[in-house]
């Protein structure tokens, strides 16, 4: 795949992930563990979502160090642009408050993300601060790739509830679906081994047992 293409697909996935994002949370019925903690942290800082996710990021890199994980190209690009891409969703986007329409804003927000998660995985510019984490405890500490994102995210759940962020059916479809959506989406837009290897981390992405990418 040549490399301008590439980049154009990480810049379009990442953009298509924050606004994605930026759909779950005005459809009011739940949003993913991450996305929980920043709103709980948004909620009792003042800060707004995006710069809280930017923050967090910041925060979940300084656990790479010890992981000895390297961040890559798109791990920096994830970092600085989804948390300014779903505040400006969230400042374009209406709150919805009808049940129909929170579950279609729901849909198009999840369908999108599953979209977009293939586009800059695909891309294979490195992962995300999030899922080098997981894949940071998958190497140092042998942890089952599942294994490791599923403590992540009840951890980061359970604090986020605490500070009030919003769980609901959103999170447990969430949960649930964004690992086989994905599964779709990834191999339409992952990087040809013709072209080069993929990265550990684009690997690791179609591994089964890993709940979420």
Do not use: C
């Not at 980049?7 to 991450?34: D, E, N």
């Not at 300084?62 to 961040?71: A, F, N, S, T």
């Not at 294979?124 to 997981?134: A, E, I, N, Q, T």
């Amino acid at each position: 795949m040549l490399l301008s293409r590439r980049l154009l697909q990480l810049f379009v996935g990442l953009f298509a992930y924050g606004f994605a994002i930026s759909l779950m949370v005005r459809a009011g019925i739940g949003v993913a563990p991450w996305d929980v903690l920043s709103q709980g942290l948004a909620k009792h800082t003042g800060m707004s979502f995006g710069l809280i996710t930017f923050l967090t990021s910041l925060v979940v890199l300084l656990l790479w160090i010890p992981l000895k994980q390297r961040p890559r190209f798109g791990t920096v690009a994830n970092t600085l642009s989804i948390g300014p891409v779903a505040d400006l969703g969230l400042r374009v986007l209406p709150q919805q408050t009808e049940w129909w329409a929170q579950g279609l804003t729901f849909a198009g927000g999840l369908l999108l993300l599953a979209v977009a998660s293939g586009l800059y995985i695909g891309a294979d510019f490195g992962p995300g601060p999030r899922d080098g984490l997981m894949l940071g405890l998958h190497r140092r500490l042998g942890w089952r790739v599942g294994v490791a994102r599923t403590s992540i995210e009840l951890t980061v759940l359970a604090a986020g509830w605490l500070l009030g962020g919003q769980v609901g059916i959103g999170t447990a479809a969430e949960a649930l679906l964004i690992g086989p959506l994905v599964g779709v989406t990834l191999p339409l837009f992952a990087r040809r081994a013709s072209s080069a290897p993929a990265s550990p981390s684009l690997a690791a992405a179609t591994r089964p047992d890993m709940p979420r990418v």
